[in-house]
């Protein structure tokens, strides 16, 4: 027999080597009249009934009686031929018995009775094996109200197409995990389900079982986007018996069930046929401390083609997006959803925030903000409605065009007890702010009546300047109908 044994490549032809391997290094193929599933498991191989039956035929079997897991120290790779790193069968992954899902009872010993479980889902080919990974990060992401990530090389899972349930289990003390028994939480009590004339309905069960009795299973099922018969199924649990285990066990068992198809590139990538690899969660942890092109050199030095970063700028973006949920944990997500739910999440900023003073929306009208501290306020009073007693200052409005998502209306002022020491001259100040999305008499008629009403007790109504902006205008000349009004020279030289 003859194998093709890689060899450099030279740039101006291509070579092979054909070497003759020994018949006594091949496998003896035997047959049998019951077919073994190849797995890729040498042990596996060597005797079918060393392989537990644990089929997972529906989410709610037990088994009755269930043999220990095989061992993740008892598999290694299979391959004496040098292969491509995307090729070899993956590191600490365990063969699934039949190539058939885990049922329920298999894939919680596998969890508990896991002793030494990797940090992530190991690199290379996974078909019909199962991993125990870590799961701190995605326990404490899920209290975040955030979604669970597990960052594999196989490609793009389709998410549609997939479920991610949580079932709710009673442990019998006596029978352990051949004794669980479905419920559903309903009104606050547990029940079970039955169907009758293709009518669901939930049965309390008497008398309710206490909360040391109860197990909660997730689960995360998925296929890959480019062949569905590709599956993954993801299990951890939330809540234990304390009987069954006194700590609820941070890990995850991961499984992947039939052959993987091979990578391909991104959608996305019009430019290049390199698979398509995740490898955010790795360049997340390493740009923490250190600059995103360093991150770069030494993860293309040191890995595999398949599974280094695509180039400088997919590191360089991954940091930029750290920076910003690092400014959206200490100011808040103001820059998460569309413009309603961000001024939702300002409204609440009304009572806790000293520049939110108010907001307002309506039917049919953009939400706003009216942002001011009292000392801008005390100030606009001090210099612009302070006339005849003392000397005063226009108060101008002018408005930023397409300030990312909205329009921001600055009122500014002179502050006439300063002057700037080389022009002698009065700084201009920034008074009250109005955030707006659209820009019409209803809108502006918000702002201006705000400020009408804060400012009535002064000696004196402002004197407003602007633009020559009709709606602005009109609804200055409403809320203020005494006021002396200007206009910005170089918008009169137009008119």
Wanted: with cysteine.
């Amino acid at each position: 027999m003859y194998v093709q044994l890689p060899v450099p490549i030279a740039e101006s032809s291509r070579l092979s080597l054909l070497t003759r391997v020994p018949d006594s290094s091949l496998p003896t193929l035997t047959s049998s009249t019951e077919k073994t599933p190849t797995t890729g498991n040498p042990a596996a191989e060597e005797g079918a009934t060393s392989v537990p039956e644990c089929v997972d035929v529906s989410p709610t079997a037990a088994a009755d009686s269930v043999e220990a897991i095989p061992s993740v120290d008892n598999w290694t790779a299979a391959s004496d031929v040098t292969q491509e790193p995307s090729q070899l069968p993956a590191q600490h992954a365990t063969p699934l018995p039949n190539a058939r899902f885990l049922e329920l009872s298999c894939a919680l010993k596998a969890i508990l009775q896991c002793h030494e479980p990797v940090a992530s889902i190991p690199r290379g080919t996974k078909e019909n094996v199962y991993v125990v990974i870590q799961n701190e990060r995605n326990l404490l992401r899920r209290q975040q109200g955030k979604r669970s990530e597990f960052v594999d090389d196989c490609g793009v899972w389709d998410s549609a197409s997939g479920a991610a349930p949580k079932f709710t289990y009673i442990a019998d003390m006596n029978l352990g995990f051949s004794g669980l028994t479905k419920v559903y939480l309903r009104d606050g009590k547990y029940c079970t389900q039955s169907v009758i004339n293709r009518k669901t309905t939930y049965v309390p069960v008497e008398p309710q079982p206490p909360e040391e009795s109860i197990l909660e299973v997730h689960r995360i099922y998925s296929a890959l986007k480019r062949d569905h018969e590709y599956k993954r199924r993801v299990t951890y649990v939330t809540k234990m018996p304390p009987y069954i285990s006194a700590t609820v066990p941070a890990l995850a068992l991961v499984e992947y069930m039939g052959q993987y198809p091979g990578g391909a590139p991104h959608g996305n990538n019009k430019y290049s046929a390199r698979p398509y690899v995740q490898v955010l969660e790795e360049i997340a942890v390493a740009v923490q401390d250190t600059a995103p092109r360093a991150v770069f050199k030494r993860m293309e030095r040191l890995n595999a083609e398949h599974c280094a970063p695509r180039n400088l700028r997919q590191v360089q973006s991954i940091k930029s997006k750290q920076r910003q949920k690092a400014c959206q944990e200490d100011d808040g997500p103001l820059t998460v959803g569309n413009l309603a739910q961000q001024i939702q999440h300002v409204e609440s900023m009304v009572h806790q925030h000293p520049s939110v003073q108010a907001t307002w929306h309506g039917k049919g009208v953009s939400p706003s903000v009216i942002l001011h501290t009292d000392e801008q306020l005390l100030d606009v009073k001090r210099f612009c409605c302070s006339a005849p007693a003392g000397q005063t200052t226009v108060l101008a409005s002018d408005k930023t065009f397409n300030l990312t998502e909205v329009h921001v209306t600055m009122a500014v002022y002179k502050n006439l007890a300063l002057c700037r020491e080389g022009t002698h001259k009065h700084p201009i100040m920034t008074g009250p702010i109005f955030v707006h999305g659209t820009s019409d008499y209803d809108t502006y008629s918000v702002f201006f009546d705000y400020l009408k009403r804060k400012l009535r007790q002064c000696s004196s109504q402002p004197v407003l300047g602007s633009d020559d902006e009709k709606a602005m205008r009109k609804a200055m000349k409403d809320a203020f109908p005494y006021a002396g009004s200007l206009v910005c020279e170089r918008h009169f030289k137009k008119m």
